[in-house]
């Protein structure tokens, strides 16, 4: 067991943090040592003295010894003793604020008897009636005409310094208050310069007391929108400041630029910068502008997004676009001041135009899309549905991209068909080549119940075609190409149809949609020769030499043994046989011509062991001297 131990059960004493006030203290020394009449000097030094040779641990034996003796009947009774005494102390306290209390009352009651009334004890209101005691103000002594004349003199004095101070108040007040006019007077002359540029100014729903103007879109996404509505702050002097918001102190505006190889071939221009920077109305303007190109370049991110399959990527603030091979257009969004290094180095203005246009296009179709916004809210709704409709994406990307693509495209088949021109008319052949680029667009057509503007810009939404068509050598054969580019809806891309007239090959046709330029090329070059070989076999004339004698000697008459390889043959009635092999590609046509032996036993042609072989080439530069396709013809058909 452990040992026990002594755990002291004494209140702990604690100090007083305030020492008794002053009239408990009086109170107590009245109690003790009587009333401070009876002090006097003497009767103090003689305590302190007393106190000084008094034995203190005497007193305390003493004190021990008599508190041993007591018995406990003893301290019972002193103690009723000493409370009986405290609670007659504290009647006597009573009733003396009690007659002090009714006192005063009486008093009173002599000019507010209903108050005073109030307070009086109910003996008080039996024994003295109200208003019976007053109270009146015993003349002082006369004061001397001087201590007369100094008191007027005083308040006289007091009287100018509060008229002077209440003077330079009111004059302080006129002042501010001539100020205040003239703030508000210039904050609302400037808010009516605002209203009356067309700005719309309102209360702002959060903030009744405030002026704002709304500078936004009421038909943008909801995050733009609430953007575009910004308080008009009044300065000290009466000035307007545009407490924007969230909108970035610096203008910034949607760049696109267009890249060629690793080059920077045209960049748009910016906006030029307001020549007062500090108007209101440019501040508006300003961050007009900037709400409306982050929303466009959101929105082209948006866009971007689904348009992956396309070739579209997307980086941290960058959209990057292909329009043909080796040349893509970047579109990213920067501060107006901003300036990069390859723009400022490394930058031709081969496609400036170009850059410019598809950052004017861009803008359109977001003004054309809030449009549309407007004429769908304006509609009757849709029925309720549980699912909830999804925001359909801007087309944004997608006009400018297939506009870029079909240009493209239809700039190649003009320069394949104008090579091919060039080389048929350096070989004496006539071939005629039409062209409709973007035959699709009618600008000049109206469409019932849409503003012109809307169905000027509707026309660039739909897919682009163009058709490219060509009378052959042969005035019977002629073939046409329709380009038809569609990034909306499938098919997706460009894509080619042919159709082609030969009356000798009636059996020949084209695919029926053709995606690749290459397979284009092949399938043009191909009708073209097979009408060029059409042309030969029909060919029924002589050569001219340098003299001007026509040739009369007998002409060898060419068949088409395999048109689709370009081969001829010519079989004399002599037995000589001939073979001509014809190829072309945009870029030359070249016959080739050579004697062979006759025909074995299987059907082959036997060539001779040394054929004397013929050719011409004929290119797009029209190499001068050279003979005519016919002349070279009629030139190697001789027996």
């Not at 008093?107 to 005691?133: C, D, F, I, N, W």
């Not at 080549?433 to 810009?457: H, N």
């Not at 052959?472 to 460009?494: A, C, D, E, I, M």
């Amino acid at each position: 067991m452990s040992e026990s131990f002594n755990l002291p059960l004494h209140p702990q004493t604690e100090k007083r943090e305030r020492p008794d006030p002053l009239p408990v203290e009086i109170a107590q020394i009245n109690a003790q040592y009587g009333s401070f009449r009876d002090v006097t000097e003497e009767s103090l030094r003689a305590k302190i003295e007393a106190d000084k040779s008094k034995d203190s641990w005497a007193d305390e034996e003493e004190n021990d010894s008599t508190s041993a003796d007591e018995d406990t009947t003893e301290r019972l009774d002193q103690l009723y003793k000493r409370r009986a005494a405290i609670t007659q102390f504290a009647h006597q306290a009573h009733m003396e604020a009690m007659f002090a209390l009714d006192f005063v009352s009486l008093l009173l009651s002599k000019h507010t008897p209903r108050q005073a009334e109030m307070s009086m004890s109910a003996y008080l209101k039996q024994v003295a009636p109200l208003g019976s005691l007053n109270s009146e103000i015993v003349n002082p002594p006369p004061k001397p005409d001087s201590a007369a004349k100094d008191t007027k003199n005083v308040s006289r004095g007091w009287r100018l310094q509060n008229f002077n101070s209440a003077a330079a108040k009111l004059l302080d007040s006129a002042t501010r208050l001539e100020a205040e006019a003239a703030s508000e007077t210039n904050y609302w002359n400037e808010v009516l310069a605002v209203k009356e540029k067309g700005w719309k100014v309102s209360r702002l729903p959060r903030e009744r007391q405030a002026l704002g103007v709304q500078y936004g879109f009421l038909e943008a996404t909801p995050i733009f929108r609430d953007r575009g509505l910004a308080a008009l702050r009044r300065t000290n002097d009466g000035s307007l400041i545009l407490d924007k918001g969230l909108i970035p102190l610096k203008a910034r505006t949607v760049r696109v630029r267009v890249r060629s190889g690793s080059q920077i071939t045209g960049c748009s221009k910016h906006r030029p910068a307001s020549d007062n920077n500090e108007s209101i109305e440019s501040r508006i303007l300003q961050a007009r502008d900037t709400v409306y190109e982050e929303e466009l370049f959101h929105e082209l991110v948006r866009e971007a997004r689904i348009l992956g399959s396309q070739g579209v990527t997307t980086r941290q603030n960058l959209v990057q676009f292909p329009v043909s091979e080796g040349q893509e257009v970047l579109l990213d969004l920067v501060d107006d001041d901003q300036m990069s290094p390859e723009d400022e180095t490394a930058q031709s203005n081969e496609h400036a135009v170009v850059a410019d246009a598809l950052a004017h296009a861009i803008r359109i179709l977001l003004a054309y899309a809030h449009r549309q916004n407007l004429r769908r809210r304006t509609q009757l709704p849709p029925p309720l549905t549980p699912k909830r409709r999804q925001t359909p994406e801007y087309q944004l990307l997608r006009p400018v991209m297939a506009y870029l693509q079909h240009s493209s495209h239809v700039r190649w088949l003009e320069s394949l068909l104008n090579d091919m021109d060039r080389i048929l008319k350096s070989a004496g052949i006539t071939c005629d080549f039409t062209a409709t680029p973007f035959s699709s667009l009618s600008l000049q057509r109206a469409v019932d119940g849409l503003p012109k503007v809307e169905a000027l810009v509707q026309e660039f939404l739909f897919p682009y075609e163009s058709i490219f068509s060509a009378q052959l050598v042969t005035r019977q054969s002629s073939f046409q190409v329709k380009v038809r580019t569609n990034v909306t809806t499938p098919p997706l891309g460009t894509h080619y149809e042919v159709s082609v007239n030969l009356p000798q090959y009636p059996d020949v046709r084209p695919p029926n949609r053709i995606g690749l330029q290459h397979e284009v090329a092949s399938v043009i070059t191909h009708f073209v020769l097979l009408d060029i070989l059409t042309a030969i076999t029909q060919s029924k004339g002589s050569p001219v030499h340098a003299s001007g004698k026509q040739d009369t000697s007998r002409q060898l008459t060419w068949e088409a043994a395999y048109p689709h390889n370009g081969e001829l043959l010519a079989l004399s009635s002599t037995g000589q046989c001939k073979k001509m092999k014809v190829s072309l590609s945009r870029h030359e046509l070249t016959v080739r011509a050579h004697s062979v032996r006759g025909i074995d036993g299987v059907g082959k042609l036997t060539a001779d062991k040394t054929p004397a072989m013929s050719s011409q080439t004929w290119k797009s530069d029209g190499t001068p001297g050279q003979l005519s396709l016919m002349d070279f013809i009629a030139e190697v058909s001789k027996e």
